[in-house]
């Protein structure tokens, strides 16, 4: 059939990256007897033909040529084959809804999704076959579909049954018992065989304790309701049958700091490329090392807790077994998992936080990194583990060498290096010297440069270093490998006023080469230091007229901070404000306060704007728009507050409360004006009260989402405290 392909007009078609006329080519290397020139392949297609799992006319048109692969045995790989079958049809499957409308490459709308799943399940059929393949990757690859693509529930539960019978290996059989449950979660006919299948396994007293714990979990996936007090215990003794603790003799002849199993046996990482700049370096490696798994229990475990969901004690103690496993790399995979519930929900987690410092092994650099990484995350949180780090890095010093921020062993420098970075989260001195070495270095500077800023106290030491470097820093580059924003950043947190010429100098450096995205955070470090910052005025009032509308505003904002002169910035606001969305400018006018009345009209006029386009957003079933918008109504809100006070109360807190409602992201601003407003915010008690009370840490997608959630829980307690007391009532007469 491969030769069939230039039967069809592959160019009018496209894909991710232009006319799909490569993909022939692309089918045919598929079967290449070339190695190389089949990954090639196989690369090029999901990059372009299924870019980030999109399904494009040229995926489908592929798809009977593929099948043509997958069905013949001289095919050399024909477990990726069936594996690129099956991604795009997990793709299409999950986009094919009644109604849908997508939009392909050439802006038209496309019925790909649709096309394909519907191909591929006219072929459900070939996917049994692949699953008796006498190739186990075949079989494995396969697996998946006989729960996605069999629209025949006795029929697919029929064939998931004898698979795993036929099957021995531990993974395929887990695969198996996913797919069972997969299907029973697609079909409602497959959900009662699928459970009663489950119960049965999961009892056997003569199954393998992976095989029970996999149908355990299966079944609370199908079956959330049939969870109860004794799913998670049960789940903590197959484990143990699992790794099963080891003899005492055992645990002797191991050393003591590896544990009993020893570090986990992953690859060591390469060097980088020394002309990539680190940062980048780092990202790339951040991606590849979070998608590793370790133990073939890890994606069934990640299963159960997103199954367990809220009932956080339930996790917690699941965890607990998990970290403290005499298995290294189940150790290593709880890691993350452990990060991500606390990052998640709040709680008490004492447990957890130890129980992560002692993964803080001084053998095992791998796991070590991962913890001090995940503890680092952790904000405050990660004060029990304060001393643990400290002793960590520490020992690092002492037995490796004083500059072990720069080790040339890349598993023991990262490892240092993230150990070094939670104890400066923690505003820990300790973490001064690693730091000192980063910057004397530069080795990985763009670390601690990130970091320095929690060391106020350290101000001395670090502030000349952060100066130099910023010096350095050629402005004719896009992109320099340290960041000036972030050395800014750094300089404005420390607020030793001996950086303001440096700074000076660098918002020079960038405007010449119009780099307005340096200009602006540098501008705004300047601000900062207000009045100490008096003799970059020459370079900040021009700025108030640069081509750049950000630099504009913070020029302005910096003019106002060092002079604090109303009539120079003022004026200069009436036109920033021209663009509703100039969320700079606005807070601007809330922080010079009622001086600012002139530009009360326009924000007035925003905020009257924004509500009416809300509300038409909310009539056309289209309320989702109003995520965004709610950051627009938060900060006219609070400017309207600082600037009228009492006046605007009756406007300000419902503006306030709808954006917190429409969008939870804007909680911590929403409660920081509130609290400024006083006894004026009590209409807002009980929204407050709700959000103190819930158990789910808002925005724990973000980096600092543990330390946000702090902040938002201790603004939360005061509020509720003042609002809870009713002002004393003005005697009579009295002025």
């Known amino acids: 059939m491969i030769n069939e392909l230039e039967s069809i007009d592959w160019a009018s078609m496209g894909h991710a990256y232009g006319p799909a006329s490569d993909v022939p080519q692309w089918l045919r290397d598929m079967a290449s007897p070339d190695g190389k020139v089949r990954e090639q392949a196989f690369s090029s297609f999901y990059s372009a033909a299924h870019h980030q799992g999109d399904v494009y006319p040229c995926t489908v048109a592929s798809l009977p040529f593929l099948f043509a692969m997958a069905d013949a045995p001289s095919t050399p790989d024909r477990a990726s084959v069936v594996a690129l079958i099956v991604n795009i049809?997990?793709?299409?499957?999950?986009?094919?809804?009644?109604?849908?409308?997508?939009?392909?490459?050439?802006?038209?709308?496309?019925?790909?999704?649709?096309?394909?799943?519907?191909?591929?399940?006219?072929?459900?059929?070939?996917?049994?076959?692949?699953?008796?393949?006498?190739?186990?990757?075949?079989?494995?690859?396969?697996?998946?579909?006989?729960?996605l693509f069999l629209d025949d529930a006795e029929r697919a539960v029929g064939a998931l049954r004898d698979r795993l019978a036929a099957e021995d290996g531990i993974t395929e059989r887990l695969l198996v018992l996913r797919t069972m449950g997969d299907l029973a979660l697609r079909l409602p006919a497959a959900r009662v065989p699928a459970w009663e299948w489950f119960d049965i396994i999961a009892n056997g007293v003569a199954v393998d304790a992976d095989v029970r714990l996999a149908a355990l979990v299966q079944r609370a996936r199908c079956v959330p309701e049939s969870i109860d007090d004794t799913t998670v215990?049960?789940?903590?003794?197959?484990?143990?049958?699992?790794?099963?603790?080891?003899?005492?003799?055992?645990?002797?002849?191991?050393?003591?700091?590896?544990g009993p199993s020893g570090p986990c046996s992953c690859p060591v990482e390469a060097e980088v490329d020394p002309g990539v700049p680190g940062h980048v370096s780092a990202a790339f490696a951040d991606l590849e090392r979070h998608g590793r798994v370790h133990a073939p229990t890890t994606s069934l475990l990640v299963a159960f807790h997103e199954v367990l969901d809220s009932r956080v004690g339930d996790r917690a103690a699941l965890l607990r077994e998990q970290l403290g496993s005499p298995d290294a790399a189940t150790r290593y995979d709880a890691i993350n998992m452990a990060r991500g519930l606390i990052a998640s929900w709040r709680g008490e987690h004492t447990h957890l936080v130890r129980l992560l410092a002692e993964c803080l092994l001084p053998r095992d650099s791998y796991t070590s990194a991962a913890a001090a990484e995940a503890l680092g995350s952790l904000g405050q949180l990660a004060e029990l583990a304060r001393e643990a780090l400290a002793a960590y890095v520490a020992t690092h010093r002492t037995t490796h060498r004083p500059d072990a921020w720069a080790s040339p062993h890349p598993e023991l420098r990262r490892a240092h290096q993230q150990a070094v970075l939670a104890l400066a989260q923690l505003g820990d001195e300790r973490a001064l010297p690693g730091l000192l070495t980063a910057l004397d270095t530069g080795v990985d500077a763009w670390r601690a440069v990130n970091a320095a800023g929690h060391l106020p106290q350290a101000a001395a030491e670090l502030t000349p270093r952060l100066v130099r470097l910023l010096t350095d820093v050629d402005h004719s580059r896009e992109w320099p490998d340290v960041s000036p924003p972030a050395l800014a950043s750094a300089l404005a947190k420390l607020g030793d006023p001996?950086?303001?010429?440096?700074?000076?100098?660098?918002?020079?450096?960038?405007?010449?080469?119009?780099?307005?995205?340096?200009?602006?955070?540098?501008?705004?470090?300047?601000?900062?230091?207000?009045?100490?910052?008096?003799?970059?005025?020459?370079?900040?009032?021009?700025?108030?007229?640069?081509?750049?509308?950000?630099?504009?505003?913070?020029?302005?904002?910096?003019?106002?901070?060092?002079?604090?002169?109303?009539?120079?910035?003022?004026?200069?606001?009436?036109?920033?404000?021209?663009?509703?969305?100039?969320?700079?400018?606005?807070?601007?006018?809330?922080?010079?306060?009622?001086?600012?009345?002139?530009?009360?009209?326009?924000?007035?006029?925003?905020?009257?704007?924004?509500?009416?386009?809300?509300?038409?957003?909310?009539?056309?079933?289209?309320?989702?728009?109003?995520?965004?918008?709610?950051?627009?109504?938060?900060?006219?809100?609070?400017?309207?507050w600082d600037i009228a006070g009492d006046s605007e109360a009756d406007t300000v807190v419902p503006t306030l409360l709808n954006a917190w409602n429409d969008n939870d992201s804007t909680a911590r601003d929403v409660l920081t004006c509130l609290n400024r407003m006083g006894q004026a915010a009590r209409p807002a008690l009980p929204r407050i009260q709700t959000a103190l009370a819930q158990p789910h840490r808002g925005n724990d997608r973000w980096s600092d989402a543990v330390g946000l959630d702090l902040e938002i829980e201790r603004t939360c307690r005061s509020l509720v405290a003042r609002l809870r007391v009713l002002p004393e009532p003005v005697p009579t007469g009295a002025e």
């Open 89 to 147: 049809g997990r793709e299409a499957v999950d986009r094919d809804e009644p109604g849908a409308i997508w939009i392909g490459p050439d802006g038209e709308e496309s019925t790909a999704y649709q096309d394909a799943a519907a191909l591929i399940r006219g072929r459900g059929e070939a996917f049994v076959a692949y699953a008796r393949d006498a190739d186990a990757q075949v079989r494995r690859a396969a697996s998946a579909g006989l729960g």
């Open 498 to 640: 001996a950086a303001v010429p440096a700074l000076t100098d660098t918002v020079q450096a960038a405007v010449r080469h119009k780099q307005w995205r340096t200009a602006e955070p540098v501008l705004k470090a300047l601000a900062s230091f207000g009045n100490r910052a008096a003799s970059a005025l020459d370079t900040v009032q021009p700025l108030t007229e640069a081509d750049n509308t950000d630099v504009r505003t913070a020029a302005a904002a910096a003019l106002w901070e060092i002079e604090h002169r109303p009539e120079g910035v003022v004026p200069l606001l009436e036109r920033l404000l021209d663009h509703q969305r100039n969320f700079a400018a606005i807070s601007l006018a809330g922080r010079i306060g009622p001086p600012a009345a002139p530009v009360l009209p326009r924000l007035r006029q925003i905020l009257n704007e924004q509500t009416e386009m809300n509300a038409r957003n909310v009539q056309d079933d289209a309320a989702v728009l109003n995520v965004g918008n709610a950051w627009t109504l938060v900060h006219t809100a609070s400017a309207l």
């Open 233 to 258: 215990p049960t789940a903590i003794g197959l484990l143990r049958r699992i790794t099963p603790i080891p003899r005492l003799e055992e645990i002797k002849t191991e050393d003591e700091s590896r």
